[in-house]
Each structure stands twice: as structure tokens, then as C-alpha cells.
């Protein structure tokens, strides 16, 4: 991009343009930068007279960046982001004060996310959670709702992050009556998906996005039958399938102890199962603030035993 000699741009506009160009939204940067989207605007546009070109194309839903918007992000994104973290560096002895706000699937949080922040809770961080569905937490995470959110999907564009956490591996699982009944994993594995059509589905949704999960990667075929119950949280799954409601797929983490004890078995073993990859999102240029690069760093490290 040719440089105009002698102009002069405020770190603030710079800031702005940033922030813009990776929410792609006016509206969602001034939600980000606690401004108005008017103020927004003016910023953007005081900048691209001070540059003597356009930055963004404005478009019906958002903006898209013109190739000199792209060449100058692409230069200054990552000195803003080291000054932000020089600016934030004095705050590492008040971080463990500073709020957290933590999002993620209700079950995988409170089993795993918030149990492995502990020693940091104990240092005194302070942390607020909120759950939804994949799409739900990544747009609060792009809103500026929450600092750190736990996903399924991974994140596309550029103002959000990601970095694969962990997988997890599902389980077809039943209480050990039906699994008598059925003859056990031998006699599933013989039969293939016919074997399991007397055993009532349990479920998280309608739409079966496990048990759909399951069957398609395991038995190539997806399931026949509507589930006989659906509980919107993974442990009232499990807490049925205990009791003998029927069958059930569940991340292993979450019915491992429950396998341990006998109180619900795997109907089937099989040599590949089915996996699900989490991933740890984060804003653009937020780890610099040590209020969430040490949470991010201390659930990657914690991740790994998972």
C-alpha cells in the first residue's frame, strides 16, 4: 500500500479500524469497543480521509475490507496487539481480581472447565459462566460477552480464534438390564443397528444429534426410531439411562464412573469410535490481558489429560 508522507494516525482510529475489521460490523465493534456505531463510523471514515483511501465496502449486512484494508490490518494488527499487551503487563498482579467470563456446554464446563481453573480461583481469579449451544456461545464470544468460550465448532473469520482443546469419545450405553436383554456388545456387534430397535432412545433434542452422530459413523446409517425421552442436559441422560430408561450415546468423561461401578454398560465396542473435537475460542488480540491468557494457558495444560 503506498504511504502518504506526513500523515499521522491516531493509535485510537488504528484501534478502531482493527476491531472492524475483524468483527466485519460496525454495529458488533462498537459493541466491543463500548462505543456507539456512529462513533464507530466517524472514526472509520476520519481515517480513510487521513489515508486518502476506502478501507471497507459497506454492504446490506456488515462490511468487507477493501484489499488496502486488508494490507494495512495486516501491518498494524499485530503491533496494536503487542501494545496491548505491554499496557496489560502492569496488571498481572491484579488479574487474579479481575472476572473471567467463562462459556461452554453446561456439562463439559462444570465436569472439566471449572474443576481445572481451581488452583486459579484459589489465587483469587474470579469467574462467571454462562452455557448455550455452539452457535450461541461463539456469537456471545464475538458480542464481547464472554472472554473464553468452549466449542464443537470452530470459529471462522478473523475475529475470532481457536485452538483445538480436546476430543471426546462417545459411548453407547444402556443399563445392564436391556444390555441382558439384548445379549451383550457380542451379540450387538453381530446383529448391527437391528439388535438395538426394542431399546428406547434418550436424548439432549429432537433432533438427536448424538445418538444421529453415532449411528451414522458406527452402523453407516442413521437412526430409524424418535427418541422416547429427551433431557436438555447431558447428566439427566445419563441419570435416566441409569434407571433404565433405555439407551443412550454419551461422552465418555461424563458416564466413566457410572461404567466403573456397573451401573450402566457399553453395548458396543468398536474399533474406531465416534469422536468430538472442543475447541477453546478467544477474540482476536484478548490474550494479551492475563486475565485470559492464564485461564486459556491453564485449560490447554489441563486439557491434555483429558
Known amino acids: 500500500m503506498p504511504e502518504r508522507k506526513g500523515v499521522r494516525v491516531d493509535l485510537a482510529l488504528l484501534r478502531t479500524f482493527v476491531t472492524v475489521h475483524r468483527a466485519g460490523s460496525f454495529?458488533?465493534?462498537?459493541?466491543?469497543?463500548?462505543?456507539?456505531?456512529?462513533?464507530?463510523?466517524?472514526?472509520?471514515?476520519?481515517?480513510?480521509?487521513?489515508?486518502?483511501?476506502?478501507?471497507?465496502?459497506?454492504?446490506?449486512?456488515?462490511?468487507?475490507?477493501?484489499?488496502?484494508?486488508?494490507?494495512?490490518?495486516?501491518?498494524?494488527a499485530p503491533h496494536l496487539d503487542a501494545l496491548t499487551e505491554i499496557t496489560e503487563a502492569g496488571l498481572d498482579e491484579?488479574?487474579?481480581?479481575?472476572?473471567?467470563?467463562?462459556?461452554?456446554?453446561?456439562?463439559?464446563?462444570?465436569?472439566?472447565?471449572?474443576?481445572?481453573l481451581t488452583p486459579l480461583i484459589d489465587q483469587g481469579l474470579c469467574v462467571r459462566t454462562a452455557f448455550g449451544s455452539a452457535d450461541e456461545l461463539l456469537s456471545g464470544l464475538a458480542d464481547g460477552h464472554h472472554d473464553l468460550a468452549i466449542t464443537t465448532i470452530r470459529p471462522r473469520g478473523a475475529l475470532l480464534t481457536a485452538t483445538p482443546l480436546c476430543d471426546e469419545e462417545h459411548?453407547?450405553?444402556?443399563?445392564?438390564?436391556?444390555?441382558?436383554?439384548?445379549?451383550?456388545?457380542?451379540?450387538?456387534?453381530a446383529k448391527g443397528v437391528r439388535?438395538?430397535?426394542?431399546?428406547?432412545?434418550?436424548?439432549?433434542?429432537?433432533?438427536?444429534p448424538l445418538v444421529s452422530r453415532y449411528w451414522t459413523a458406527v452402523f453407516d446409517t442413521p437412526p430409524a426410531a424418535s427418541a422416547t425421552v429427551i433431557a436438555s442436559d447431558l447428566r439427566a441422560?445419563?441419570?435416566?439411562?441409569?434407571?433404565?430408561?433405555?439407551?443412550?450415546?454419551?461422552?465418555?468423561y461424563l458416564c466413566a464412573d457410572a461404567l466403573d461401578s456397573g451401573e450402566?454398560?457399553?453395548?458396543?465396542?468398536?474399533?474406531?469410535?465416534?469422536?468430538?473435537?472442543?475447541?477453546?475460542?478467544?477474540?482476536?488480540?484478548?490474550?494479551?490481558l492475563p486475565h485470559i491468557a492464564r485461564p486459556h494457558e491453564w485449560l490447554l495444560r489441563a486439557a491434555v489429560e483429558w
Open 264 to 288: 450402566i454398560v457399553a453395548l458396543l465396542d468398536p474399533p474406531v469410535p465416534p469422536l468430538r473435537t472442543y475447541f477453546l475460542a478467544t477474540r482476536a488480540g484478548t490474550l494479551a
Open 195 to 208: 439388535a438395538l430397535d426394542p431399546v428406547p432412545l434418550v436424548e439432549v433434542h429432537e433432533s438427536l
Open 237 to 252: 441422560v445419563l441419570a435416566c439411562v441409569t434407571a433404565g430408561a433405555g439407551l443412550a450415546v454419551l461422552p465418555r
Open 171 to 189: 459411548v453407547l450405553i444402556a443399563a445392564p438390564r436391556w444390555a441382558a436383554r439384548l445379549g451383550g456388545p457380542a451379540a450387538v456387534q
Open 27 to 76: 454495529t458488533r465493534a462498537a459493541a466491543l469497543l463500548g462505543l456507539s456505531q456512529p462513533a464507530v463510523t466517524s472514526q472509520i471514515r476520519s481515517l480513510e480521509r487521513q489515508l486518502g483511501r476506502p478501507l471497507f465496502l459497506r454492504k446490506a449486512r456488515g462490511v468487507t475490507p477493501t484489499t488496502v484494508g486488508d494490507e494495512l490490518a495486516h501491518k498494524v
Open 94 to 116: 491484579e488479574s487474579a481480581i479481575r472476572t473471567l467470563h467463562l462459556a461452554g456446554p453446561p456439562e463439559f464446563t462444570s465436569q472439566r472447565a471449572l474443576p481445572a
